[in-house]
């Protein structure tokens, strides 16, 4: 049950993100939801569940937009894993938690991400990627991470979503 | 058992990593054949996003025609002058046609080679972009059933749009010219014997340079395809829209405004390319 949840909240976000959300772009930047869902659900349920829906989730998206298959899978794999490995330290109720892991993670995802390029022989200048993709994007997931960090929290209080009692 | 666990998950993510390295190997560059599984998903995903990306567009369409009142009715005294002097073109021309018609017959009597023309190509839909803003990616509803294969040319009526980048049963990934991967060898229509070639960047607009640093360009000098890349010949790229050319470079650089509007791509061109026995 709570496989089929996230399998229907992932795939909504996949074809939302890669149609709908193309009309929202702000200064030619769309903002990375399928990254702020998988920190969301790495800081509700902790590195197995979230490294496993980031590794799915990332070869999906590869699959589909990648120029290699299994670039977005390894960020993200790495990064659900990362801030899930802090999931019983992290205080779940703030809001500002989301803000503060999606901001740090869409940072360490550009980086990886430039890391990959640069070793697949795609030279991009780091410093035009930062001014004109890393600055503007952190700012957008923030701002969608609030809210899609209220919808999955409010979710969990659902019977067959509950997260891990402590 | 904790320990244990905790090893185990270590392991774990190394050998995953290292097959997604081993994957990522594999894949790069793009490849003629997309494997099954991804085809399936592709099938399954497409078809649910062309729906959305229709709705998409249809809201902003209805969006764009409330707030843009005004402008539309200037855009329509602009469209109405220009149609005049279209016009005025469209009569000089004919009667240039006339002539290339008669050299046309003259060539057929001499047993020339003839040139490729375009005339094999489909129609597909744009169903889904890219996710992420690094690449500009997106996917069509065309694929290897229709006859599209890798680095086919996909156009619009407006221009050259990007190449197929790889195709899987009924939907194909294309590249756009505005993606930093990809370069377009160009000539200036205005003359043609001045080449260069135009790549695009991360913030999705076209730089190139030209190889003669001595030739003119000028600002608003149309661009075509040389033929000599993948593209075939003679199809518009863009608009000069910035020359620039620095003391220590022997290039000249150019900016350029492609005359495709990426943002509001729809239906798209894929030019089939002869089969060779």
Redesign the interface.
């Known amino acids: 049950m709570k496989f089929m949840a996230v399998f229907i909240i992932m795939t909504c976000n996949l074809i939302l993100q890669s149609t709908l959300l193309q009309y929202f772009k702000i200064f030619n930047i769309i903002p990375n939801t399928t990254l702020v869902l998988v920190v969301v659900f790495s800081i509700l349920w902790g590195k197995y569940r979230g490294a496993s829906i980031g590794l799915v989730a990332g070869l999906v998206q590869d699959i589909l937009f990648g120029e290699m298959v299994g670039t977005n899978a390894l960020i993200y794999m790495l990064i659900g894993l990362i801030i899930g490995s802090l999931e019983s330290s992290i205080f779940k109720e703030n809001s500002f938690t989301p803000v503060f892991f999606s901001t740090l993670s869409t940072f360490v995802y550009h980086l990886l991400f430039y890391f990959i390029m640069t070793i697949a022989d795609n030279q991009i200048p780091f410093l035009l990627i930062l001014r004109k993709i890393v600055l503007i994007e952190v700012i957008y997931n923030a701002v969608f991470s609030v809210a899609i960090y209220k919808i999955i929290y409010s979710l969990t209080k659902h019977q067959n979503l509950r997260i891990r009692a402590r | 058992m904790g320990k244990f666990m905790k090893r185990g998950?270590a392991m774990i993510?190394i050998i995953?990593?290292i097959i997604?390295?081993i994957?990522?190997g594999?894949?790069?560059g793009?490849r003629t054949r997309i494997s099954t599984p991804?085809n399936i998903?592709?099938k399954v995903?497409t078809p649910?996003?062309r729906f959305?990306?229709k709705?998409?567009?249809m809201?902003?369409g209805s969006f764009r025609s409330i707030f843009a009142f005004r402008s539309i009715s200037e855009e329509n005294e602009q469209l109405k002058k220009e149609l005049e002097e279209l016009n005025k073109e469209v009569i000089s021309l004919q009667l240039q046609n006339n002539d290339l018609e008669e050299l046309r017959d003259l060539r057929e009597a001499l047993r020339y080679i003839e040139e490729n023309s375009i005339d094999n190509y489909l129609t597909a839909s744009v169903?889904?972009?890219?996710?992420?803003?690094?690449?500009n990616?997106?996917?069509i509803n065309a694929g290897e059933n229709h006859g599209v294969v890798k680095d086919s040319t996909v156009m619009n009526g407006d221009g050259l749009v990007g190449k197929v980048?790889e195709t899987a049963g009924n939907w194909s990934?294309v590249l756009s010219i505005i993606d930093?991967?990809s370069s377009v060898s160009f000539e200036i229509l205005r003359n043609d014997q001045y080449v260069g070639v135009v790549k695009g960047?991360?913030?999705?607009n076209l730089t190139g340079y030209l190889i003669d640093p001595e030739a003119e360009v000028l600002v608003g000098d149309k661009l075509i395809t040389t033929g000599l890349s993948v593209y075939p010949k003679g199809i518009l790229v863009g608009s000069v829209k910035e020359v620039t050319k620095k003391e220590d470079e022997l290039l000249k650089t150019i900016i350029v405004e492609p005359s495709v509007n990426f943002?509001r791509l729809n239906k798209v061109f894929v030019i089939i390319p002869d089969k060779i026995d």
Not at chain 2, 127 to 135: I, Q
């Open positions: 998950l993510v995953i990593t997604l390295i994957l990522m594999i894949t790069i793009g991804e998903i592709g995903i649910i996003q959305f990306f709705g998409g567009q809201v902003e169903t889904g972009k890219d996710m992420g803003n690094w690449f990616m997106f996917i980048y990934k930093n991967k960047s991360v913030n999705s943002r």
